[in-house]
C-alpha cells in the first residue's frame, strides 16, 4: 500500500507530528521518526543500532538538522522541538508530501529549490542512509547543510548530562561504542554543541519530556543555479559501508519483496505481512530468530512472541524462521516455564509467564499441522512433556493443577497473565486463581499432547484423560448461563464475572471445549459488550471499575491499562471466532471483511503499514502505547488468512 500526507495533513506542527514511520534492520536494530522527520520521543532515531542482537539497543543517530540556503536566506529543512525555550524548527512548513511505500520519503519546495530525501536502512547490519536530491531551479547557488545529532544512549534512555565524545575525520566514539560517517559531500568538524530536545510524544505519557544530543561535525552540498545534486550520509557501526544510494535501492528492493511474497491477495493484509517483518529478529545468545513484542518500547517477550508467531510468521510462510523462533524458547525452559522477558542489556531472563509455555505448545501445534515436520515434534516433545509434568506438581509464581484439573497462578504481587500490571504494591487487575484464558490454552495444550504422543514415540493415553477432566471442571465452574459468557477468573471475588475479552480465546484455541452454542453466546457478548472497529476493550464499559482514556502518568495510565482500554490483539480472535461460530461461510466471511475496512485507517494513522498496542477504551481515537506491536499485526494477518482460505474454497465449490 502507498500511503501519501500532503501539506494540509501537517497545518500546524502538532498536526505533523501526528503520524510516524519504521524501519527495522533483522537485529533488534530500528529506525523512526514522525512524518515530519522530527523525534518526539527519546526512543525514536535514524539509527537505534542492536550492540547485541536484538536486546542491547544504542540509539547512536538520534536526528539531523538541515538547513537550506538560497541566495542569502536560510530554512530549515528539519523539524523539531526543544527545550529550554528554544524556538523549533520548522521545516513540515515547506514539506509538500512525506510518502511510505517502500520506505519513507519526503518532498520539500523552497523558493524555486526542490528537496527529495529518501531513507534506507540495511537489513543484517547496524547500518543507515539518508539521501537527498537537490534541485536547483533558481538564478543563485544553494547550499543544503546537514548537521548530525548523536546520542550515543541506550534505548529508552534520553541523555540528561553531557558525556564524553571523540570525533576525528568521519568517527565518533562515546559510550565504548564506535560509529562511521560517511557522505559524498564535504565532512567537516565544528564546535561540539550540545541540544535539549523536547519529546512531546514521551510527555503525553508521562515520561521524560527531553534529553540531550550532539553535534559534532556537518556535510554541506552546495548546488549551482539550473543544477541538480544529490548528498548522502552513511552512518554505520562498521567502517567502508557502501554508497549510500545503494543502501537506500537495497532497503527499497527489500520492501518490495516482502510485498511480493506475502502470499496474499487482499493489499491490506499484504501490508501487514511485510510490516510483520520488522518484528522478526536474531537473538545473539542462541544465533536463532526472536519476535520483538513492540516498538519502539519492547524487546522479546515470551507471551507475545508465541501470540504474533502464527500470524507474523505462519501465515506468511516463513517456516524456517518458525522454527528457528520456537527453538529460541525451547532453549530457555527453566522449570516447566519458558521467559517472559529478554531484558535489554543481556540479564538473566524473567520467568514470570504462565501463559507463554502452553502457547508455545500449541504454536508446536500450528506449525506441525502446517509442515508435516514429525522431527521438530520429536526435538520439542521433552520441553513440551517437562512443561505438562511442571504445571500437574506446580512451579514458580503460583502456576499449578489443582485436583479439579485447572490450573491456578499468581501469588502475592506476582502478575502472570497478560493483565499484569503491578504497581505501587497495586494490582489494578488482580488475576490470582484460574484465569480462563490459561485454562483454555491448557486444555488445548493437553489434547496437543495426546495427538503429537504417537509421533513422539509415546502413550498418549494420560494426557487425553486429563483433557476429559479439565473440560469437566470447565464447563462446570467457569459457564455462565445466566449471562452467556465465561467468568474472567476463579477467584472467589467480584472479579470473577466481570466480562473481560479473555474468554474469547476459549472459542478459537486448536482444541476447545464449549459447545457450539456456548460459543455463539461468547462471541456475542463480546460484540455486545467490548467490540470496536479497532479491538477489544478489556474490560465492559457497565463495569463500575471501566476507564475510559489511557494517558498521563506511569500510575493513570497503569490503572487503565486492563480497565477498558482496547487492544487490537484480541480482535483477531474474535473475528476468528464469529467465523467460526458460523459456520466459516462465505456470509459470514463477507460481514467480517466490511467490519475490516476501518483496518485500512488503522494502518495509516499512528505509523504507516503498522499495527499499534491499544485505544482509547471510550472512542477510540488516536493510537496509544507501542506506535507498532507484533501481536497485534500477527493477530490480524490470522484473520486475512482464514478470509482468503474461505473464500477459495467457496470459489472451488462453485467451480
Not at 512472541?305 to 532453549?331: D, Q
Not at 498521563?552 to 483477531?572: F, K
Request: with cysteine; glycine share 10%; charged share 20%.
Amino acid at each position: 500500500m502507498r500511503f501519501v500526507y500532503g501539506g494540509q495533513d501537517m497545518p500546524s506542527l502538532a498536526r505533523a507530528e501526528e503520524n510516524c514511520w519504521l524501519l527495522a534492520n533483522g537485529l533488534g536494530g530500528y529506525a523512526s521518526t514522525s512524518a515530519a522527520f522530527s523525534v518526539t520521543r527519546c526512543d525514536q532515531g535514524l539509527l537505534v543500532a542492536a550492540v547485541r542482537a536484538p536486546d542491547l539497543r544504542f540509539n547512536l543517530v538520534h536526528r539531523l538538522s538541515e538547513r537550506l540556503t538560497v541566495g542569502d536566506r536560510e530554512y530549515f529543512l528539519s523539524t523539531q522541538s526543544f527545550a529550554g525555550g528554544r524556538p523549533p524548527e520548522e521545516g513540515y512548513r515547506h514539506l509538500s508530501a512525506f510518502v511510505w511505500e517502500h520506505g519513507p520519503r519526503w518532498l520539500y519546495q523552497v523558493d524555486g529549490v526542490q528537496v527529495r530525501r529518501q531513507y534506507g536502512l540495511e537489513h543484517g547490519t547496524n547500518t543507515a542512509a539518508v539521501l537527498y536530491t537537490v534541485e536547483n531551479r533558481t538564478a543563485a547557488p544553494c547550499t543544503l547543510d546537514l548537521a548530525p545529532v548523536f546520542q550515543f544512549s541506550r534505548k529508552g534512555e534520553p541523555l540528561r548530562a553531557p558525556i564524553p565524545f571523540q570525533y576525528d575525520k568521519g568517527k565518533v566514539c562515546a559510550a565504548g561504542l564506535t560509529l562511521y560517517v560517511e557522505t559524498n559531500g564535504a565532512l567537516t568538524a565544528v564546535p561540539p554543541r550540545w541540544e535539549s530536545l523536547a519529546y512531546p510524544g514521551d510527555q503525553r505519557d508521562g515520561r521524560a519530556e527531553s534529553g540531550l544530543g550532539l553535534i559534532c561535525c556537518q556535510a554541506r552540498l552546495t548546488v549551482a543555479p539550473g543544477e541538480t545534486g544529490q548528498l548522502e550520509l552513511v552512518f554505520s557501526t562498521e567502517p567502508a559501508a557502501g554508497p549510500g544510494a545503494e543502501i537506500v535501492r537495497q532497503s527499497e528492493r527489500r520492501q518490495r519483496a516482502l510485498l511480493e511474497r506475502s502470499g496474499f491477495q487482499d493489499p491490506a493484509a499484504r501490508e501487514l505481512a511485510r510490516s510483520a517483518d520488522a518484528f522478526l529478529a536474531s537473538r545473539a545468545s542462541t544465533g536463532g530468530r526472536t519476535i520483538v513484542a513492540g516498538y519502539p518500547l519492547f524487546g522479546d517477550w515470551g507471551r507475545d512472541t508465541m501470540v504474533a508467531l502464527p500470524g507474523c510468521v505462519l501465515a506468511t510462510g516463513r517456516f524456517e524462521e518458525a522454527k528457528s523462533i520456537l527453538r529460541t524458547f525451547l532453549a530457555y525452559e527453566r522449570g516447566g516455564l519458558v521467559p517472559n522477558l529478554f531484558p535489554e542489556g543481556g540479564e538473566e531472563p524473567r520467568y514470570n509467564t504462565v501463559d507463554a509455555p502452553l502457547l508455545l505448545i500449541n504454536c508446536v501445534w500450528s506449525y506441525y499441522r502446517r509442515t508435516g515436520d514429525a522431527g521438530f515434534v520429536r526435538e520439542a516433545w521433552p520441553v513440551m512433556a517437562r512443561i505438562v509434568r511442571a504445571y500437574q506438581a506446580g512451579t514458580r509464581h503460583g502456576i499449578g493443577m489443582d485436583a479439579d484439573g485447572l490450573i491456578r497462578a499468581g501469588e502475592g504481587l506476582d502478575q502472570v497473565t497478560w493483565m499484569d500490571v503491578c504497581v505501587d504494591g497495586v494490582l489494578p487487575t488482580p488475576r490470582h486463581g484460574k484465569p480462563v484464558e490459561v485454562n483454555a490454552y491448557w486444555y488445548s495444550a493437553l489434547r496437543v499432547l495426546r495427538e503429537l504422543a504417537p509421533l513422539a514415540g509415546e502413550t498418549s493415553g494420560e494426557y487425553g484423560a486429563l483433557a476429559v477432566r479439565v473440560k469437566r471442571s470447565f464447563v462446570e465452574q467457569f459457564w455462565l448461563e445466566d449471562g452467556g459468557y465465561l467468568k474472567d477468573v476463579l477467584s472467589g471475588t467480584g472479579a470473577d464475572r466481570q466480562i473481560r475479552c479473555n474468554q474469547i480465546w476459549a472459542v478459537t484455541m486448536p482444541f476447545t471445549m464449549l459447545s457450539p452454542e456456548q460459543e455463539k453466546r461468547v462471541v456475542d457478548t463480546v460484540f455486545r459488550h467490548l467490540y470496536t472497529p479497532c479491538g477489544l476493550r478489556t474490560l465492559s464499559p457497565e463495569d463500575p471499575e471501566f476507564r475510559p482514556l489511557y494517558g498521563g502518568s506511569q500510575l493513570e495510565r497503569d490503572l487503565a491499562y486492563h480497565q477498558g482500554t482496547v487492544w487490537v490483539y484480541p480482535l483477531g480472535a474474535y473475528y476468528l471466532a464469529y467465523l467460526k461460530v458460523h459456520g466459516n461461510t462465505r456470509e459470514a466471511a463477507a460481514l467480517v471483511r466490511e467490519q475490516l475496512e476501518p483496518v485500512e485507517a488503522m494502518l495509516r494513522e499512528g505509523c504507516a503499514g503498522q499495527l499499534p498496542e491499544i485505544y482509547d477504551g471510550g472512542t477510540p481515537g488516536p493510537s496509544r502505547g507501542c506506535f507498532a506491536q507484533a501481536w497485534s499485526v500477527g493477530e490480524m494477518l490470522r484473520v486475512y488468512e482464514k478470509l482468503e482460505q474461505i473464500e477459495q474454497e467457496a470459489q472451488s465449490d462453485a467451480g
